[in-house]
DNA sequence: TTGAAATTTCTCTAAATACAGAAACAAATG
DNA sequence: CATTTGTTTCTGTATTTAGAGAAATTTCAA
């Protein structure tokens, strides 16, 4: 039930998970969960619920219920300490492979749901011959947006990781090497 | 002050407010927003504040803010109508400018925020000798992600939409084109 | 420059969410 | 099989956020 740290904490660590948890929000995760997150992503060494709660200040319970959802998100994951029947935890801490998680995650929170509700008005307006034509483009429009993101995601999602972020420090070299026709901004 | 909605409103228009105003909160806008974005989105008219809370049965007030995050997130514009004082609204209707808004809107709002966070605190840590190198290390390599996924959708959001959507269409094809080294799901 | 129309800001209430602490539950050890 | 140890669910409270309505401000026309 102490609140001192462990004694080779840094001022950074603490400052670190401090800002996390507070970017949670913009993130859409709550400040326990980001804060966990934190915790997890700086620790040398895998850490069990009780010390969680006791290090962040948090409700035992709250940091059962945040460890779940940080699971969920693939984001931890659980670690058998020998000896110790209590379950410990690890944060991914390749951070390529967390950016593809949450990617993922994002993904099945928000372009899945939304293609499912777009599909189903579309399957009503299509029966709905009183309906502006240019109204059923413009769903059908964002349909198609709806599917090749879900799509590319998807088969993003699969290419290993060196190869991403290869990719990506390529940045729009990648674009003019595929010799597609277009100009800029437009 | 009339409830009665435009008389060639379509059912199928309705139920994309209703559902596109409850994904929202899945995208981290709230309903009142994404209901009035998706009114404009398959709107073929322009309309005024007093319109849109007609319609949608939402305050006025309410309805001025979530036009001002709107335009904040550039998913609608002001139109003058001749002859009309009042300030009337239509939305972005090309899908892929309205979604590379919506990307340029997050980059500001979790990555460059997230970028600022972690860079003051490997301030911090670089001037702490007692800190675990291993600590450090994934500091830096944070940073390094969000550094590069900084720059990478700052040069995408540069490419024509044209030629994003065909490269988007393309798939995994675009990674395989690039003859880059690495084996799958590594 | 005054009055009508339109918009924004302010204030208060309602709803949703976060979170602590207690209680219930489950598992393992002696 | 009872006791200890650990985890989850439940319940109530606090905080935050959404949103309505009123008040204040701005804008424009006559």
Redesign the interface.
């Given at each position: 039930m102490t609140e001192i740290n462990d004694i080779?904490d840094?001022?950074?660590?603490r400052?670190?998970i401090l800002?996390?948890g507070?970017?949670g929000s913009?993130?859409?995760v709550n400040r326990s969960v980001a804060q966990i997150h934190a915790l997890l992503?700086?620790s040398?060494k895998p850490l069990n619920a009780e010390q969680i709660s006791e290090d962040l200040g948090i409700a035992r319970s709250n940091v059962s219920n945040s460890l779940k959802e940080l699971v969920g998100w693939k984001l931890i994951r659980r670690v058998p300490i020998a000896g110790d029947r209590r379950e410990h935890f690890v944060a991914e801490?390749d951070?390529?492979e967390?950016?593809m998680r949450i990617a993922q995650g994002r993904k099945e929170?928000?372009i899945d749901?939304?293609l499912a509700?777009?599909s189903?008005?579309?399957e009503?307006?299509e029966v709905?011959p009183?309906?502006?034509p240019?109204?059923l483009d413009?769903?059908k429009?964002?349909q198609?947006?709806l599917q090749?993101?879900d799509?590319?995601y998807g088969?993003?999602l699969?290419?290993?990781?060196?190869?991403?972020?290869?990719?990506?420090?390529?940045?729009?070299k990648?674009?003019s090497?595929?010799k597609?026709?277009?100009?800029?901004?437009?």
């Open positions: 080779t840094s001022s950074a660590k400052q670190f800002y996390w507070d970017m913009q993130w859409g992503f700086l040398v801490v951070v390529w967390m950016a929170r928000e749901p939304a509700a777009i189903e008005c579309l009503q307006a709905e009183a309906l502006n240019e109204i413009r769903m429009s964002l198609d947006l090749t993101t799509k590319w088969q993003m699969g290419v290993p990781k060196a190869k991403l972020n290869m990719m990506m420090k390529m940045g729009d990648v674009v090497l595929l597609l026709t277009g100009k800029k901004s437009e």
